[in-house]
């Protein structure tokens, strides 16, 4: 069932009705100020850290779903209703939502009486400016009331959440004219404030919660709104709410516009008052004095659009198939933007309040990113890297707004090292500039322990290489990709974290997926060593992934499929001696994917096993047999019941790993089969089963295992997004990034006839056409530069002008 359709000329998603499976959302913002919306309005914004600079609040369980968010109420006598249809639910005589490239436009209609809300952050300010239309399309005069809502989080949202005996008596507010200045706890450690604003002149005010909604009444049946009269209410403390009231009468055909501006400022500490306990509103002033127009708000919106235009003109692909050519040219890449963004704090699945920019998170997210803004993810390199300890193991995860470290999940993930190593490498291949390896970066936010982030990088490989156990294996650690095969933790406790309970080191359990992931980031380490003329470094490094390699097809391999771990008691997990987990997805994919066991037969051996005892019709499980009681050893992933997240849940993250191994073997039918069965785009006409957004990957999806199999959990905020656009476009399509300039090696269907792609790289517009006369898989047969015969299939920088026409022919 379809709750909507793409409209990909828009690049938009219109959703149909107000009562989709999940709330189905959008992310506004594109750098520091960001609102997260869904299709009924509910959602909240923040000022770069979800946690600690909440503007608004929001509900996550509470019932009914989506409690929260930007609301105007409409009432047109004695009908009130919402444009968005929540909260108040009255039945919509037409609705629609579409989620468009940082901006959502929802508009409803009830008896004649039709309203718009476009919602979006613009590039330079922060803000959300909220632009409401309302056209009188009956025969008569309608005198409409109307009322904004906002409820104010005071700031930390986990202690907004929690901290009541406190918070009860600190809100703070002051309105002049139609703007309501939310300035809670500013006369002390803050000199931040928001604001809610509106370009109107208003009737009325409310800034009280419970002056707004009446003690006993809430969002859905508010006081002020039944009565049609704000109540001018002042908060001293409770909870602080921004709501206009706003009288309007429309003619037959008659619009009224109304632009409502929701934002942050900031003051020097030396001028935050311009008389006591009285805000210097001159930056809000400055700000809003910028979108008071209609053609203010136009030319934002315009501009908005135009940013997505450029950014999505880097990396384009025109296939006969539409589903593909939407997903590559739009949604995959716009969600890429999201996690980079957002790591995995702030969805409708985080809560924002408990956890911040992950180190392997943000690492595996400028994979997908880097080709579209290299400069901010250069940034983001040095930040990660600064984070990182002098041995070269790294925090978990850091906070966005301070930059440092936190340890709410701990440290001690073993995988987190090489990760820094493949973003790096990532940004090098895309740009060529080296000479990131130059920054000086801090261990743990200390100045005093900088060193260049080449040593940066050195410290990640050697952390591996100093920390194996008895099967010349890598020491997993806490953990490593999966955050929940904690086998140095042995928790029997309820409620405990199985993240940070016991030793996060042990000398006994081993990864081998970490072993891949060795493999795989230490030869992207050992290219760059050798473009920088460190070659006896990078021999004597070459001779540690050798050796992890033969490890792997040893101790990690178990006759059909590469083994997952071992225990801290050096027993193996995934492996066929297992009662139950005997096989595992993680290492198949990221072996393969480092070149083990492609040359000797192993690789076809995993794969096939993958096929056989995973694969299902939604995707490829996690692990199977599902894990049907708890096993202590092996901690939080048979936790779950069987089917769900890491429990023999189709985990969409890894679902990438295998059709990138897929391509390794040359094997490209089967890489875009298993390609397709995650991808939302794929899955838009099951959305009563899938249930989460047809145009956003999620994390996980039910496995087969489970009652709900099918059902998707989790999404936006997910590595999915990043490793399937490096699978599509790299591994599948074959437009690759290299050091030394740009690699097309495609591993296709063998039906595909012909597709183009075109491609912005180091300054150069590459046009690139590919036939497959043969129809075979893989195997570039001619390649040709500008019309011109050449060997290889490596477009160097030197090779063309600023725009370089490229064919390739497969056979």
Not at 317 to 334: A, C, D, G, M, P
Not at 396 to 403: D, F, G, S, V
Not at 786 to 800: A, C, F, K, V, Y
């Amino acid at each position: 069932m379809k709750y909507g359709y793409f409209d990909d000329n828009a690049r938009e998603y219109v959703i149909t009705t107000p009562e989709t499976p999940l709330p189905w959302i959008n992310y506004l913002g594109c750098k520091d100020f960001f609102g997260l919306i869904s299709n009924t309005a509910g959602g909240y914004d923040f000022y770069k850290d979800a946690k600690l600079l909440r503007l608004t609040r929001y509900r996550y369980n509470n019932v009914p779903y989506d409690t929260g968010g930007r609301y105007y109420y409409i009432k047109d006598g004695d009908c009130i209703w919402n444009p968005g249809w929540q909260p108040v639910q009255t039945a919509l005589d037409n609705y629609s939502c579409r989620h468009g490239m940082g901006y959502s436009v929802i508009e409803g209609t009830k008896n004649s009486l039709k309203a718009k809300l476009t919602a979006f952050v613009p590039l330079s300010d922060s803000c959300e400016i909220n632009h409401l239309t309302l056209t009188n399309e009956s025969e008569a005069v309608k005198e409409i009331d109307l009322f904004s809502f906002v409820e104010f989080c005071l700031w930390n949202a986990e202690d907004d959440a929690t901290n009541f005996q406190r918070n009860y008596s600190t809100g703070e507010v002051e309105v002049v004219g139609s703007t309501i200045y939310h300035k809670t706890e500013y006369r002390e450690r803050r000199n931040h404030f928001s604001f809610y604003s509106v370009n109107r002149e208003i009737a009325g005010f409310d800034t009280d919660r419970a002056s707004f909604t009446g003690f006993y009444h809430g969002l859905h049946n508010p006081d002020a709104v039944i009565k049609g009269e704000s109540k001018n209410s002042v908060a001293h403390g409770w909870s602080p709410v921004g709501s206009h009231h706003l009288k309007v009468t429309l003619a037959p055909d008659e619009s009224y516009t109304a632009i409502f501006v929701l934002g942050y400022c900031e003051n020097p500490v030396e001028e935050k008052f311009v008389a006591p306990n009285v805000i210097n509103k001159k930056p809000a002033e400055k700000l809003l004095a910028k979108y008071q127009k209609d053609e203010q708000v136009e030319t934002a919106l315009n501009e908005l659009k135009a940013y997505w235009d450029k950014l999505l003109s880097v990396y384009s692909v025109k296939t006969h198939n539409e589903k593909l050519n939407r997903s590559v040219n739009i949604w995959n890449q716009y969600q890429c933007m999201v996690t980079f963004n957002m790591s995995r704090s702030a969805s409708y699945f985080e809560s924002g309040m408990g956890r911040g920019m992950g180190f392997r998170d943000s690492s595996q997210d400028l994979l997908g990113f880097v080709h579209l803004i290299p400069e901010r993810a250069r940034e983001r390199i040095l930040d990660i890297a600064s984070t990182q300890f002098e041995d070269g193991s790294a925090y978990h995860q850091y906070q966005p707004l301070t930059k440092t470290g936190n340890l709410n999940v701990g440290s001690g993930f073993n995988d987190d090292p090489m990760w820094l190593i493949a973003g790096t490498g990532a940004y090098i291949r895309e740009t060529g500039d080296f000479s990131i390896l130059d920054e000086i970066c801090d261990f743990d936010n200390d100045h005093t322990k900088a060193a260049p982030l080449l040593e940066h990088l050195r410290r990640s490989f050697n952390y591996i290489v100093n920390h194996k156990g008895p099967h010349a294996l890598p020491l997993i650690g806490r953990a490593d990709w999966n955050d929940c095969l904690n086998l140095n933790c042995f928790s029997e406790t309820p409620g405990e974290s199985f993240q940070t309970t016991g030793p996060s080191e042990g000398p006994v359990a081993e990864s081998v997926f970490i072993a891949g992931l060795f493999v795989k980031y230490g030869k992207e380490y050992i290219s760059i060593l050798r473009h920088l003329g460190l070659n006896e470094e990078a021999d004597k490094c070459a001779g540690e992934v050798e050796l992890m390699t033969k490890a792997i097809e040893t101790a990690g391999w178990d006759g059909e499929w590469f083994v997952r771990a071992y225990d801290a008691y050096s027993n193996p997990v995934g492996s066929h001696v297992c009662e139950e987990g005997q096989i595992f997805i993680e290492p198949q994919g990221m072996c393969i994917i480092g070149g083990v066991g492609v040359e000797n037969g192993m690789a076809e051996k995993a794969l096939k096993s993958v096929e056989t005892r995973l694969d299902t019709k939604y995707g490829i499980m996690l692990n199977q047999p599902a894990y049907s009681r708890y096993h202590v050893e092996l901690g939080e992933i048979s936790s779950y019941p069987p089917g769900y997240k890491e429990n023999a849940g189709i985990f969409c993250h890894n679902n990438p790993w295998i059709a990138c191994a897929e391509t390794m073997v040359g094997h490209g039918s089967r890489a875009f089969e298993v390609y397709k069965k995650t991808n939302p785009v794929f899955l838009e006409e099951i959305g009563e089963i899938h249930r989460t957004e047809p145009y956003a990957y999620c994390q996980m999806v039910a496995g087969k295992d489970a009652p709900s199999f099918g059902e998707g959990k989790n999404s936006w905020l997910t590595g999915t997004a990043a490793w399937t656009f490096t699978t599509i476009s790299q591994f599948i399509l074959g437009v690759t990034p290299d050091f030394d300039g740009l690699r097309i090696n495609p591993c296709i269907p063998k039906e595909v006839e012909s597709y183009d792609v075109v491609r912005k790289f180091r300054g150069k517009t590459y046009n690139i056409h590919i036939e497959n006369p043969a129809h075979v898989e893989k195997g570039v047969k001619e390649f040709y530069v500008d019309g011109e015969l050449h060997s290889g299939n490596l477009i160097t920088p030197e090779m063309g002008g600023q725009e370089v026409d490229i064919r390739v022919i497969l056979g």
